[in-house]
């Protein structure tokens, strides 16, 4: 059974409940999937690190702040350095998430930046592997509305509250992508 590992940060809830879809497609593979949220200082749970190094696959999460990454996650992606220097995580799948307030909000660069990181690591990246949903007859809560190849993005109205976003076709896009990263590490014997 393959273990995946969902390492985010939320900062108002949002980009958790992107996590929680993430975790939910993993899960529904069969894999044991679990979920490991960097806290307010930037720090994992217990026993986070030892995880992290067990999985076969991560997948990386981070609300997009200014055009990267936050804070904490930057912090948290900092002290890889440590598992970096064993080289603990090269060969093991990545991929990663992030949600913004705008449609765009330039979550491309923090999809970079998490690209960046995976690849700092020597790990091998996954992308979405959906086509988008970009057709006349198109709506709001298609299957990768917003478009996103390298790596799962959602949206979520800056007035909206958690339960009000990220939108449900942009969850189901999120559900998807995680069965996406545990049905490859499945097949690649991760």
């Not at 939910?24 to 069969?30: E, F, I």
């Not at 960097?38 to 991560?58: K, R, S, V, Y």
């Not at 996650?73 to 002290?79: E, I, L, V, Y």
């Not at 799948?93 to 930046?113: E, I, P, R, V």
């Amino acid at each position: 059974m393959s273990q995946i590992a969902v390492v985010y940060h939320s900062g108002y809830g949002h980009t958790k409940q992107a996590a929680e879809a993430v975790h939910a497609g993993a899960a529904s593979t069969g894999a044991n999937s679990t979920l490991y949220a960097i806290d307010a200082e930037g720090n994992l749970p217990d026993g986070g690190w030892e995880a992290l190094a067990a999985a076969d696959a991560i997948i990386f999460g981070s609300p997009t702040y200014m055009g990267s990454v936050s804070w904490q996650f930057k912090k948290f992606a900092d002290a890889s350095s440590k598992p970096w220097f064993g080289q603990q995580w090269k060969d093991k799948l990545a991929a990663g998430f992030t949600n913004s307030a705008s449609m765009n909000g330039d979550k491309h660069s923090t999809l970079h930046y998490l690209m960046t990181l995976a690849m700092q690591h020597s790990m091998l990246w996954v992308g979405t592997g959906m086509l988008p949903a970009n057709s006349k007859a198109a709506q709001r809560n298609d299957l990768n509305y917003l478009g996103s190849f390298a790596g799962l993005m959602t949206q979520s109205p800056s007035d909206a509250s958690p339960a009000e976003g990220p939108l449900p076709g942009d969850l189901e896009t999120a559900r998807q992508f995680g069965a996406r990263v545990a049905q490859l590490a499945a097949k690649l014997g991760h």
